[in-house]
């Protein structure tokens, strides 16, 4: 109860007593007290974790696809990705990314990453390839030297 008698002062002196809570400490229900304050910890740890995993992602949420990661990587539907996201409340409980889902979600921006790479450097390949179209049109690089150039014969 000397705990019970510490919580109670504590809320009351930061003007943030919550009347459910105070309740159950006024009616000395120990347990009930433990229960809602675990409760009260699990629900802050998990908006904790929401509010890190949106700021992780807040520069790149406009463009990328949400529908494609929840179907692609984790098999759902958008709506089951959007709840983790923000944090909603689904049956009654705060959904969020548990360690798995974190650890596929990381595993699906990596791939992303790997195949963006991929797309940047056959575009800087084929950059080249304008540059020499343009060329022969005005005139600058000769269907001889464009052959010179790709190792081809001009002929037959």
Do not use: C
């Amino acid at each position: 109860m000397e705990n019970t008698e510490m919580l109670k002062r504590l809320l009351q002196d930061s003007g943030k007593g919550d009347s459910k809570l105070l309740k159950f400490i006024e009616e000395g229900n120990e347990e009930d007290v433990q229960k809602l304050i675990a409760k009260r910890l699990v629900g802050a740890i998990t908006a904790l974790e929401v509010l890190e995993v949106k700021e992780a992602l807040s520069e790149i949420l406009p463009f990328i696809s949400q529908a494609y990661i929840a179907k692609t990587y984790f098999k759902k539907s958008r709506a089951w990705f959007t709840q983790r996201l923000n944090g909603n409340e689904v049956f009654g409980v705060k959904a969020s990314f548990d360690s798995d889902s974190l650890l596929v979600l990381i595993d699906a921006l990596k791939d992303m990453r790997n195949k963006m790479s991929s797309a940047i450097d056959g575009l800087e390949s084929i950059k080249g390839f304008d540059v020499t179209a343009q060329a022969v049109m005005d005139g600058s690089l000769t269907p001889d030297t464009l052959a010179e150039y790709y190792g081809a014969e001009i002929g037959d």
